[in-house]
């Protein structure tokens, strides 16, 4: 009972943050990317069903599914051909009595060798190529999670689970930003029913940002009509996702899994399906089948929007897209691989990224059970 009034303080918080802060949109945003290949397969429908080592970035209740043994998640991806990447790792120890999880996640998303041109050219006007140095851009995140069984019994378990994350964000060494956040999340299981609540940045994240330039920098910028920036912080708005699921059993050795989610931000309006402020709501359908617990093919749908129509030279009319992903996925005991084939901006847009994760645990021959 202890943990169900922290949940509901922790509730009461975000929501005070939302009606009393001021937030800016998009703040943060490569920590709402993904983890795994079967949640990005899925569409992002994640919060009532993940029951592996990702759990501490979609939900940390999930974590408290892991048995026995550690289990390590593993993935990369590269987005814009290649030049933006994306890594993620993360390992999950349950408790010898396995009613209690910790997990470690690390999150890197960073475009590497920008072109620093600001002394390409010399005080005479003339242009020197020599003067050309790189950079790299990049985010980290550091997640801890805790995860614990709050109820269980043979026809519903209720799990839960708290995240504290570190953030630094890097671009070149001009500007640098530190912060700190809070995750919280439930898990009801019901039968065949799933429910999860995860509740993200709850204490608004902040990102405390700090830049260093030479006198010689700082006068190049002024004589381009650039603005040097100042120490300044950045607040990351709570955002709520609500998910439920259901298992269909399909003949003897196979079942259907599908999950819906509602991601709710609070950083006023949103090109979303219901978009309004400071409130608005974006969906996320997905579906995995279960064949004999050993092959996955999975399916989803999210980020629908309204954007001008492709064919409207006058760009007047506007039409509802949507990213659609699919995947695939194998086990044999305690490894996993996983796919995802999923789409960057809409059904007609072909930026399409092809995502690999892998997952195992560490010692024993057991086999796992999802």
Not at 64 to 86: R, T
Not at 145 to 168: P, R
Not at 288 to 312: M, P, S, W
Not at 344 to 358: G, I
């Amino acid at each position: 009972m202890k943990t169900n009034r922290l949940f509901l303080l922790l509730l009461t918080t975000m929501l005070f943050q939302v009606t009393h802060a001021q937030f800016r949109k998009y703040s943060n945003e490569f920590l709402n990317i993904g983890a795994g290949a079967r949640g990005l397969a899925m569409g992002s429908s994640q919060v009532a069903t993940v029951n592996d080592g990702t759990a501490g970035y979609w939900n940390p209740a999930g974590l408290v599914n892991i048995k026995d043994h550690p289990q390590v998640n593993l993935m990369h991806a590269e987005y814009f051909a290649g030049i933006g990447k994306y890594d993620y790792a993360s390992i999950a120890l349950p408790t010898a009595n396995n009613k209690r999880t910790i997990g470690i996640t690390g999150l890197r998303f960073a475009v590497d060798d920008i072109m620093n041109t600001l002394f390409l050219v010399e005080p005479d006007g003339s242009i020197n190529y020599n003067n050309i140095q790189s950079f790299s851009s990049a985010d980290y995140a550091f997640i801890f999670s805790f995860a614990q069984k709050l109820k269980e019994k043979a026809n519903k378990n209720i799990d839960f689970g708290l995240n504290a994350k570190v953030i630094h964000r890097s671009v070149g060494k001009f500007a640098k930003a530190w912060g700190f956040g809070l995750d919280a999340g439930l898990q009801i299981k019901s039968k065949n029913w799933r429910f999860g609540i995860a509740a993200r940045d709850i204490t608004s994240t902040f990102n405390a940002w700090s830049f260093t330039f030479t006198e010689k920098e700082k006068e190049v910028l002024y004589l381009t009509n650039n603005e040097i920036p100042v120490k300044s912080t950045e607040l990351t708005a709570p955002r709520l996702v609500l998910g439920i699921a259901r298992e269909f059993k399909v003949g003897q050795k196979s079942s259907l899994l599908a999950e819906a989610n509602i991601d709710l931000t609070f950083d006023g309006q949103r090109n979303t399906v219901i978009s309004a402020d400071p409130v608005s709501a974006d969906p996320k359908l997905g579906l995995e089948l279960n064949i004999n617990n050993v092959f996955f093919l999975r399916g989803g749908i999210n980020n629908f929007q309204k954007a001008l129509y492709d064919g409207d030279t006058v760009n007047q009319k506007k039409v509802w897209i949507y990213q659609p992903s699919a995947g695939a996925g194998f086990k044999i005991q305690n490894f996993s691989v996983d796919y995802a084939f999923t789409n960057l901006a809409n059904q007609t847009n072909p930026l399409f990224t092809h995502v690999f994760s892998l997952r195992f645990s560490l010692v024993g021959n057991k086999k796992e059970t999802n």
